[in-house]
């Protein structure tokens, strides 16, 4: 049996995890979330562990917890200490060279709405020996903490320490609905159409600085958090929206504005990996086909008549 004290460090390094996983989340829910546990738990090891210490570790503040002094001390060591376990267990997994068993995908819902699910058919019908796992959270996926194997993003610029592929570069458009054109005059000034915009969660991305950019007087009709759920606003006619030209492409319900040609807004198609993984055979083997499948497609394009 194990002695007391290994279980006490088993125990410490335990309650560790999740001072970590709340510092880097911010909130008991997404932690729990992380760690696959419920939030229950998670509350009930941090304050059992806070109160063995003799100190408080978080700010419990209605925006989410924020670290203490000491607590930020603790989760900066406890940060490195994390990096070193996974990067041991990245390049055990390098050496991994079967064709079977999971690789984690981080995408974003736009591509899944569009030109991914093809891709990952190929890659299906390539190596059934893998087990597809996507996610389509809209931030990237920390590679190196093995969130995801792989992630494919539009991006302008990839995060450092991954390698990757560009793809092809993403351009935008302007989309309406085909009764929102029949009813307005063919040469109506951009400014004057019913646009519709992205919330704050998206104003960084390149579409949200072109409107702000071209369009600045401009008051939007509505606005979403995610470009799948503009593209739902636009196609039941409430208004015209810049949409990556992937998605608006292979929405049927949609034309591109009259005038509007592609924009290129300096941002392009990557998929990238950690350079630990590149030996893993079953990550390039998915690699590959999805690089082939997502470089030769191109979506048709359906331009309203002037």
Same mark, same amino acid.
Do not use: C
């Given at each position: ?7 006490? %460090? ?8 999740? #001072? ?24 009930? !090891? ?8 003799? #100190? !408080? ?28 376990? %996974?990067? #041991? ?37 390539? %190596?059934?020996?893998?087990? &597809? ?8 996926? #920390? ?79 509505? !606005? ?18 810049? &949409? ?12 591109? &504005? ?10 392009? &198609? ?25 470089? %030769? !497609? ?9």
């Amino acid at each position: 049996m194990p002695s007391s004290s290994a279980e006490t %460090h088993r125990g410490d390094w335990d309650d560790l995890r999740i #001072v970590l996983a709340v510092a880097r989340a911010g909130s008991l829910s997404a932690a729990a979330r992380s760690l696959g546990v419920n939030h229950t738990t998670v509350l009930r !090891r941090l304050s059992a562990y806070e109160a063995r210490l003799g #100190v !408080r570790l978080f700010e419990r503040l209605p925006s989410g917890y924020l670290p203490t002094a000491v607590g930020d001390a603790m989760v900066s060591d406890l940060a490195v200490i994390d990096s070193a376990i %996974h990067d #041991v267990v990245r390049r055990a997994a390098g050496h991994d060279r079967q064709l079977t068993g999971p690789v984690r995908l981080s995408t974003t819902d736009t591509l899944m709405a569009s030109i991914l699910p093809g891709a990952l058919a190929a890659v299906r019908a390539a %190596h059934p020996g893998i087990r &597809l796992e996507v996610s389509t959270a809209n931030d990237f996926a #920390v590679l190196t903490r093995r969130e995801a194997d792989i992630a494919l993003r539009p991006t302008s610029s990839p995060p450092e320490g991954l390698i990757g592929r560009r793809l092809r570069s993403v351009t935008y458009a302007a989309y309406a609905a085909p009764a929102y054109v029949a009813d307005q005059p063919t040469d109506t000034p951009l400014p004057e159409h019913r646009w519709l915009g992205l919330d704050a969660s998206l104003r960084e991305t390149s579409a949200a600085r072109w409107l702000r950019e071209h369009l600045p007087g401009v008051e939007p009709a509505a !606005r979403a958090d995610s470009f799948v759920a503009l593209r739902e606003l636009v196609s039941a006619g409430l208004g015209v929206a810049i &949409l990556p030209t992937y998605l608006g492409d292979a929405s049927v319900a949609l034309v591109r &504005l009259p005038g509007t040609a592609d924009l290129d807004l300096g941002a392009a &198609l990557w998929l990238l990996t950690h350079e630990d993984l590149r030996r893993v055979a079953r990550i390039d083997a998915v690699v590959t086909v999805l690089a082939a499948a997502l470089t %030769h !497609r191109a979506p048709s394009r359906r331009t309203a008549k002037a």
